[in-house]
């Protein structure tokens, strides 16, 4: 009797039995799935697109035509700009802070993106650069987000747990930056940003790791509370000197935790729109798989063994298994340990190598989303059995923002 995995590779074979590999896929029923159970965990907030996570201009705009989603989290001032003119949205917040000095001479000379594009900021210098690019009284108002850092530093600050960001870690550090913008010329503070990593991007059962899930899910917990008090009230000082118009907070792994927290007003998402393999780690929330990529076998270098043409599609973070693209159809195959997924060929072994022959697709999952486009550039749209139409991802229209 088929399986679900038997039934999803034939499909996906014969939806793109004219395409050569590699290429790149995006199921469009698993994609539309994935938009509609997202806004449904965030209790009634808006869900921010997270863009990187998606690097396709037509799917960003597909999430953001359903409801419960409003507006861009970008992750580059060029691409802020970009998606703005190009119609995506009106409503971006760039994520990280910007030392683009063309991008911000752009944005300062015209009022329009000025009004749309709001930029991330955690310290001083970050407002002297602005104001050497182009000074107040020579632009319009800006708009900032400060960054809070949202790690957990117990044991009086001896242990750090989380991502070493933003220099704004208390309440009262947060409400004196937040006074130092409000003094200056030509910034306005309309927003706060803090996002817990350690929470929203860290799986908390990784596979046959018992005890490595028991210690994340004490520490999540112990992070989720400690953070529930200190960025209320991070909020409450900066309120006494901005008018805050959003707090944003969470990502794809945290939705429904981050939306409880009754100081955040928009949660962000994105990679639960493609479902990457790391997500295969969680168990709040598990989107379907919807992005896929295929290559072609051209060797058979000995019984259950076959080469694939490409492969070596590597996600970013710490090195190591995590990081690796799983080969997910035919069921049954696994990479090398010592060889790896490779830059130009990659063998698998296992007991579906058996039936595999020249030319036959192996489909893949990456272990991150939106850098999958970094690969290829165009996604191909699969709808049952068929594509029904192919979009350029940023690669394909010309470009690479980092």
């Known amino acids: 009797m088929a399986t679900e995995s038997d039934r ?24 539309d799935a994935n938009a509609a159970a997202l806004p449904g965990r965030a209790g009634g907030k808006p869900l921010r697109v997270a863009s990187k996570s998606v690097r396709v201009r037509e799917l960003l705009g597909r999430a953001l035509g359903r409801p419960g989603w409003r507006g861009v989290m970008a992750f580059t001032l060029p691409e802020a700009i970009w998606l703005a003119r190009s119609g995506v949205s009106d409503d971006l917040l760039v994520a990280y802070p910007t030392a683009d000095r063309g991008a911000l001479a752009e944005l300062a000379a015209d009022e329009g ?25 020579r632009r319009p108002e800006l708009r900032f987000c400060l960054d809070l850092d949202a790690s957990w530093r117990p044991l009086g600050g001896r242990v750090h747990v989380g991502v070493r ?5 208390s309440a009262r550090t947060a409400g004196a930056f937040a006074a130092a913008v409000a003094a200056r010329p030509g910034f306005r503070l309309v927003g706060l940003m803090s996002y817990e990593a350690q929470i929203a991007g860290l799986g908390d059962a990784p596979p046959g790791r018992a005890a490595l899930a028991t210690a994340i899910r004490l520490a999540q917990r112990g992070s989720y509370r400690e953070l529930l008090a200190r960025r209320g009230a991070a909020v409450a000082a900066v309120r006494e000197h901005a008018d805050l118009e959003f707090v944003n907070g969470g990502g794809t792994g945290s939705v429904a935790a981050t939306s409880a927290d009754p100081a955040v007003t928009e949660v962000t998402a994105g990679s639960g729109l493609y479902g990457p393999k790391l997500f295969d780690s969680y168990r709040a929330w598990r989107p379907a798989p919807a992005a896929f990529f295929a290559c072609a076998v051209v ?17 970013s973070g710490q090195a190591g298994g995590t990081r690796l693209p ?16 490779g830059e130009v060929q990659t063998p698998l072994a296992g007991a579906a190598a058996t039936e595999l022959r ?33 979009v350029p991802t940023y690669r394909g229209e010309g470009h690479a923002f980092l």
């Open 358 to 390: 020249i030319g036959d697709r192996v489909w893949f999952r990456h272990a991150k989303a939106g850098e999958l486009c970094e690969r290829v550039n165009e996604l191909h749209l699969v709808d049952g059995d068929r594509v029904v139409g192919s």
């Open 8 to 31: 999803l590779r034939d499909r996906l074979d014969r939806a793109t039995a004219h395409l050569d590999p590699p290429y790149a896929v995006v199921d469009l029923a698993a994609f």
């Open 299 to 315: 060797r058979r270098p000995g019984p259950g063994l076959v080469t694939v043409l490409g492969g070596g599609w590597i996600a």
């Open 326 to 341: 799983a080969p997910w159809l035919p069921a049954g195959l696994r990479l090398l340990g010592a060889e790896g997924a």
């Open 165 to 169: 960001r933003s220099p704004v870690h």
């Open 113 to 137: 993106l000025a009004r749309a594009v709001t930029l991330m900021v955690d310290g001083a210098e970050q407002l002297d650069l602005v104001d050497a690019v182009r000074p107040p009284g």
